[in-house]
């Protein structure tokens, strides 16, 4: 089988969100390359916490899977956790006769506040599934060997609907070649090593060790790149009362630069003068921000809405295809 599913973006392309069939139940769900669970809220989740969200009522076509338990947390400190029942899933006409469906019994503010957000749907590897006493498989390890090709294709864009595809590679969605990097799935994530950074023709370092990350809204780089690629905003300041780099929203934000596997990619800089960081709209947040703290480069939705990639199990190494939209 194979299928296709809208990616639409929330406000400043925030995150994106992909309607799905859970036990006949239409879901919105974040699908996130880096995280490996499906959640959801649900009849289970308080009623504090779930108004305004679309829940699964695992009662309809679910089973319980007795004594199975999640707890997530993600790099923005959100999280949830609850249950777990088996029920049908169908994504863009994929479906999964019986996939673990993490019901939610408890969720962190930011996921309470988000009424659009109904789940995650989690396309990283299995390995990294929080469920316990027994691991289960992500959506598409479930389906993989069902698929006409074993991989998936992410196209997210700015301010407009996208598509996740499953199973085919659509030559209509991308420009000129794909170019695939070998993966490194020893943590879980879809991670692979990039190499040179610029802007403005100057070079800003190398990237290095990095994950594509679909549930990431921002871009975290090497501090030295980061400082290097703010030093060329005049105006641009690491403001800890903001939360990073900040700069005027008038200011001439320059494209960056990416090399993959031998080839350069680019990141328009209007994806980069990402928000406004106050309400007079004066200063506006950086799409790039310092990986201080996290061990590698996160490559999220601000890089990944200039690319189409793919993500490549066909062979017992996978890989990262990427292309210029
Ligand atoms: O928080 C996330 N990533 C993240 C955010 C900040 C930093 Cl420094 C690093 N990573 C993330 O992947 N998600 C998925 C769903 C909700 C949030």
Request: charged fraction near 15%.
């Amino acid at each position: 089988q194979s299928g296709s599913v809208a990616a639409n973006p929330e406000q400043y392309d925030e995150s994106y969100l992909c309607p799905v069939q859970v036990g006949g139940q239409t879901l919105n769900l974040d699908f996130d390359t880096g995280s490996a669970d499906l959640w959801v809220f649900s009849t289970l989740t308080p009623a504090t916490q779930s108004t305004g969200h679309a829940k699964y009522n695992p009662k309809t076509s679910g089973k319980a899977k007795s004594g199975y338990t999640w707890n997530i947390s993600y790099g923005d400190n959100s999280g949830a956790s609850g249950t777990v029942y088996a029920d049908k899933v169908v994504v863009g006409g994929v479906t999964a006769t019986s996939q673990a469906v993490e019901a939610a019994t408890s969720v962190s503010t930011q996921f309470m506040q988000d009424t659009d957000n109904d789940g995650l749907l989690g396309l990283a590897f299995s390995t990294i599934n929080t469920v316990q006493p027994q691991q289960q498989t992500t959506f598409f390890d479930t389906v993989k060997g069902t698929l006409a090709k074993k991989l998936f294709t992410v196209d997210l864009k700015a301010g407009t609907a996208g598509t996740y595809d499953f199973g085919y590679i659509d030559s209509s969605k991308y420009a000129g070649t794909i170019t695939y990097v070998p993966v490194k799935t020893t943590n879980g994530f879809w991670e692979f090593t990039a190499g040179a950074a610029t802007a403005n023709n100057r070079s800003l370092g190398s990237v290095g060790d990095a994950i594509a990350d679909t549930g990431t809204t921002l871009m975290y780089l090497p501090t030295a790149v980061t400082s290097a690629y703010y030093a060329q905003i005049s105006g641009a300041t690491n403001s800890a009362a903001a939360g990073g780099y900040i700069f005027p929203c008038d200011a001439d934000v320059p494209d960056f630069h990416i090399t993959i596997g031998g080839k350069s990619f680019t990141v328009p800089g209007e994806y980069i003068n990402f928000t406004p960081a106050d309400n007079s709209g004066e200063q506006c947040f950086g799409g790039i921000q310092p990986n201080t703290g996290i061990g590698f480069t996160i490559l999220g939705d601000v890089f990944l809405k200039a690319m189409f990639v793919v993500f490549d199990q066909t062979t017992s190494a996978p890989r990262l295809g990427f292309a210029a939209q």
